[in-house]
């Protein structure tokens, strides 16, 4: 009896394709399609895929995703401001909406109908015995677009460049959404502040500083949390409080908001215990704005009374 001659083995994924190799994990025999490098030897790519599986993702020391590094936040906000400020020019039809304003000599820009729209007001007219405007009128949203508006080039220009500078740090070391909600969550702080000094005056208060401002307060505590040098942050942050009490037109409470509040946030963010990290960054990042709201209500009431 004469015995059958072996048989040779084929890729299971392509049965018509002969092959010796096999996966080193499921022991199933590949083509050199179907081959994909390992550490020892070739996977399948249904094992290199359930590997992927299986391997937790990394995370920074602040529970970020490592998405982070490539800045894809940080670059997403500078296009938004970017967008707003050309539709803010073009919404002027000629006037002085990137120079020609008050502040630097002029070099700012003016008012246009999207800063009327969108800027921290509390509870005023455009125009003597016009309708009244403000965020005591119903006009919540200004204390989240104020933050992504800007009057005139130079003013959108020294803001994106200092985003562009500590974006990337932050969003690196904290991931997308944590750096996200610092972002938004020290902008709406600084814009709360403004809010509560408000006086009926125009032109209504925009800018990214006060979002700006937490950045550098935060970065400054994230450095400290990781044990590295600060001496090169406290100048820079020194030299910008400078220009915020002594430059006209700046908004002192709306940079001075926003630190304080990047700084908590940042704090919460970065000092989270580890076993409860997300939970508890979560839950302090919603007391800050909690808190927060119910400061605006509180002058919103004083506003209407008065």
């Keep these: 009896m004469s015995e059958s001659p072996p048989t040779t083995p084929v890729c299971y994924r392509h049965p018509g394709r002969e092959t010796y190799v096999r996966c080193t994990r499921c022991e199933r025999p590949i083509c050199p399609d179907c081959m994909r490098a390992a550490s020892v030897g070739h996977q399948c790519p249904e094992c290199v895929s359930e590997g992927r599986r299986s391997v937790r993702p990394a995370r920074t020391a602040f529970g970020g995703g490592a998405a982070g590094r490539h800045g894809y936040v940080t670059k997403t906000l500078i296009a938004l401001n970017v967008l707003l400020m050309v539709i803010s ?113 125009k032109p209504p208060t925009v800018g990214a500083s006060t979002a700006i401002f937490g950045l550098f307060a935060a970065i400054f505590v994230i450095m400290r949390r990781l044990g590295r040098d600060t001496s090169a942050i406290l100048p820079v942050l020194v030299i910008n409080l400078i220009f915020t009490f002594t430059v006209p037109g700046i908004s002192v409470a709306g940079h001075l908001g926003g630190l304080v509040i990047g700084a908590l946030t940042a704090l919460v963010f970065a000092y989270a215990p580890r076993s409860r990290r997300s939970l508890v960054q979560l839950a302090g990042g919603a007391i800050i704005v909690v808190a927060l709201i119910g400061v605006a209500l509180i002058r919103t009431a004083q506003l209407i009374a008065g």
């Design 89 to 201: 020019i073009a919404a002027d039809r000629g006037g002085d909406a990137a120079v020609g304003g008050s502040g630097f000599g002029g070099l700012l820009g003016g008012s246009t109908p999207l800063t009327l729209w969108g800027g921290v007001l509390g509870y005023a007219s455009y125009v003597p015995f016009g309708p009244v405007h403000g965020i005591a009128a119903g006009e919540w949203y200004r204390l989240i677009t104020a933050m992504f508006l800007h009057y005139g080039v130079l003013h959108l220009l020294l803001n994106m460049w200092a985003l562009w500078v500590l974006g990337r740090e932050l969003e690196a070391v904290l991931g997308r959404l944590r750096f996200l909600a610092l972002y938004l969550i020290a902008g709406f702080g600084g814009n709360v502040a403004v809010y509560l000094i408000s006086a009926p005056t």
